[in-house]
């Protein structure tokens, strides 16, 4: 596609279920961000992935945040048993070679947790 | 010392005056800077890159960049009502190539 897509794009869930948000980055891009942002807060790193590798995995808030990404193209946050402030929205973003290139986002998902 | 500095805002500036942001960085080896816009309720909008010391212009948008201080600015000029926004500075790590954002300066231009 022309540009990053995320799905879906508002997502309202209910307290202690699991929710999977999915990235499509643009076409040949191997560099793929998930950022998350409070509002009225900045951008909060989640995770970086180089292809289908993770390197960095500091940024996942607690351990029922997991990320994946598979043949080095779509990725899929999963947050399970959500909570309240969870509530957010997520943010991907995709570049050709890794930070030093530019990167772009996708228009987001707002997950709302009831 | 936080990875990316940005003024603090918010800024207000009148139409058709020129819009000044700082941005400091604390990794001596980044080599690449942006800059991206983001309107409330949408997401970041990248809308400059510099890679070497020395001014870019695009459009009413100049950036500097100076890295034996660590420094990278943008100057909106003539800005415009639809330039108020939140001008966020993001600068790569060198050692992991994590893209790392300043926290963002508001800018409200009043018509």
């Known amino acids: 596609g022309a540009g990053v897509s995320q799905s879906p794009s508002n997502k309202v869930t209910e307290k202690g279920k699991d929710v999977e948000l999915r990235c499509d980055p643009i076409?040949?891009?191997?560099?793929l961000y998930w950022y998350r942002q409070s509002l009225g807060q900045g951008l909060e790193f989640l995770i970086y992935f180089q292809g289908n590798s993770a390197p960095d995995k500091s940024g996942l808030p607690s351990d029922r945040f997991s990320a994946e990404r598979t043949g080095g193209s779509v990725s899929t946050l999963t947050i399970q048993r959500t909570q309240q402030e969870d509530s957010a929205v997520y943010l991907c973003?995709?570049?050709?070679?890794?930070?030093?290139?530019?990167?772009?986002f996708g228009q987001g998902t707002r997950l709302t947790v009831v | 010392q936080k990875e990316v500095e940005q003024n603090s805002g918010p800024l207000s500036v009148p139409e058709g005056a020129i819009a000044s942001l700082n941005c400091t960085y604390s990794?001596?080896?980044?080599?690449?800077f942006f800059w991206y816009r983001q309107y409330s309720g949408k997401s970041p909008e990248l809308i400059m890159s510099i890679y070497s010391n020395g001014d870019k212009e695009d459009g009413r948008f100049t950036a500097q960049l100076n890295k034996a201080s660590q420094y990278v600015s943008l100057l909106i000029r003539d800005s415009q009502p639809s330039d108020s926004a939140t001008y966020l500075c993001?600068?790569?790590?060198?050692?992991?190539?994590?893209?790392?954002f300043g926290a963002g300066t508001t800018v409200t231009v009043r018509a």
């Open positions: 993001a600068v790569p790590r060198s050692n992991d190539y994590k893209l790392s």
């Open positions: 990794d001596r080896v980044s080599q690449s």
């Open positions: 076409s040949g891009h191997t560099a």
């Open positions: 973003a995709s570049s050709f070679a890794g930070a030093e290139t530019e990167a772009f």
